[in-house]
């Protein structure tokens, strides 16, 4: 990639295209996994932050640089996402926000409505606000207009590991969203699917489960990290046509055994 191909939220200039959870990583595994994965973001839900207790927090294990975003998770409608927002900006933990909204207790599929309420709220407080959404584009629209920084559909129900399910819908949001950033969030459960998505032209992907639960969370971070910028690279340089029959490579003709006229 080029010095200019950056990603912008909220005025903030980023190298990396992959966005790391922190909910099921043990905090000693935080430093490693990174430096590895080269992310310049970071998600953390304020229910597992313990200012009291720095080896319990995993704030303390993020390095400065880093971009603490905390996410809403256990919220169960706009008005307590709204709160907890407000209680992570307090603490210390800056004005970037993931606003995660969930009623369904069963697939874990967030509650659009409620996020676009939040989101709406928050942005007028000056929140850079990155919701997670099911991959609606009239949801995606209203979100563009109320002040979201970014879009986060999912891929699949979170912590799923099952891939690029919503991938037709992902295409759409990518075709129709141009105005703010689309990044895939929840699902994503190999290096492969990241470059896939990045492929498809999102702008980045946030990956927790993939990493927290592989034998190396280190090493596979690594692997997230080169699969997003290889994904991207060709996104960039423009995919080839695909084609339902085959095209040779090298002419079929002028064979040793043919005779040029």
Known sequence: MTKEDRLVIGGKSLKSRLFIGTGKLPNKLLPGVIAASGTEVVTVALRRVDFRSPQENPVAYIPENVIIMPNTSGARNAEEAVKIARLAQAAGC??????????????????????????????????????????????????????????????????????????????????????????????????????????????????????????????????????????REGYLAGLGPSSLYASASSPLTGFLHEVSK
């Open 94 to 231: 800056g004005n970037w926000v993931k606003i995660e909204v969930i009623t369904d207790q069963k697939y874990l599929l967030p509650d659009n409505e409620e996020t676009v309420k939040a989101t709406e709220i928050l942005a007028k407080e000056g929140f850079v606000v990155l919701p997670y959404i099911m991959p609606d584009l009239i949801i995606a629209r209203r979100l563009e207009e109320v002040g979201a920084a970014a879009v986060m559909p999912l891929g699949a129900p979170i912590g799923s590991n099952r891939g690029l399910r919503s991938r037709e819908f992902l295409r759409i949001l990518v075709e129709e969203i141009t105005t703010i950033p689309v990044i895939v969030d929840a699902g994503i459960g190999k290096p492969s699917e990241a470059a896939a998505a990045m492929e498809m032209g999102v702008d980045a992907v946030l990956v927790n489960t993939a990493v927290a639960t592989a034998g190396d969370p280190v090493l596979m971070a690594g692997a997230f990290a080169a699969a997003v910028k290889a994904g």
